[in-house]
């Protein structure tokens, strides 16, 4: 089955800065990727998302990178609040009806 | 994309006794439904996969006589956390696909399970 490994599982950024969290995923039949923010005690709120048959994704300071060939994907935050700090989980699914499977989360901290 | 709806949002129970977590579909008709744990500060972690109109497919190392699963119609999936302890205190939330060529995920708001 898929195995989504994620990094790094804590990230302590400045306000403004980026944030690159990395992940990778091991069944080449998975097409989709989703990245969460999640909140204590909610649940996750999808970010952006990107299918296998594009390379990249932006939506304002937010973009996700996908290399098929190397089986990784990333997101990247770009001029980063405090309201960005949260955990980021990725995912990843095949085109069936089939779960996501989700990497370990990246706690965010966002420093004013 | 789909309207997933999952009650309580919180219970707290006694050890030894059961607790029902409900999951429906509010705007299509979901012949599968998936459950996720999430203990704290942890990712969420795939229990079981609701067939509606057949069994449950559960992931190793989850009891599927403890976390009885039932999907009798396209709109709602139950959980049952049977004969509750301690451990198993944790966020269960369950999950739909959208429709056919809609790659998106739903997800219910959670029930949190405190046993006491």
């Known amino acids: 089955g898929e195995n989504v490994e994620q990094h790094p599982s804590t990230l302590s950024v400045q306000e403004g800065d980026s944030a690159v969290i990395k992940c990778t995923y091991s069944d080449s039949a998975s097409n989709y990727f989703p990245w969460y923010k999640q909140e204590l005690g909610k649940r996750p709120q999808l970010i952006i998302d990107?299918?296998?048959?594009?390379g990249e994704k932006k939506d304002q300071r937010i973009a996700v990178t996908l290399n098929k060939t190397a089986k990784h994907f990333s997101l990247h935050i770009t001029e980063t609040q405090p309201e960005d700090s949260a955990v980021y989980f990725c995912?990843?699914?095949?085109?069936?009806?089939?779960?996501?499977?989700f990497g370990k989360g990246t706690r965010l901290s966002v420093i004013a | 994309g789909a309207v997933v709806s999952q009650h309580p949002s919180r219970v707290i129970c006694k050890s030894g006794t059961s607790v029902k977590i409900e999951c429906r579909s509010l705007?299509?008709?979901?012949?599968?439904m998936f459950w996720y744990r999430q203990f704290p500060k942890q990712s969420l972690m795939l229990m079981a996969t609701?067939?509606?109109?057949?069994?449950?497919?559960?992931e190793q190392g989850v009891e599927k006589d403890k976390f009885l699963i039932n999907h009798a119609s396209l709109t709602l999936s139950t959980l049952t956390v049977t004969s509750a302890h301690p451990e198993d205190s944790s966020f269960y939330i369950c999950?739909?696909?959208?429709?056919?060529?809609?790659?998106?995920?739903?997800f219910g708001s959670g029930t949190r399970l405190t046993v006491v």
């Open positions: 995912a990843a699914s095949d085109s069936g009806n089939t779960p996501l499977v």
């Open positions: 705007d299509f008709q979901a012949t599968t």
């Open positions: 999950s739909v696909r959208g429709r056919l060529g809609n790659y998106g995920y739903t």
């Open positions: 990107i299918r296998s048959n594009v």
């Open positions: 609701s067939n509606e109109g057949s069994k449950a497919t559960y």
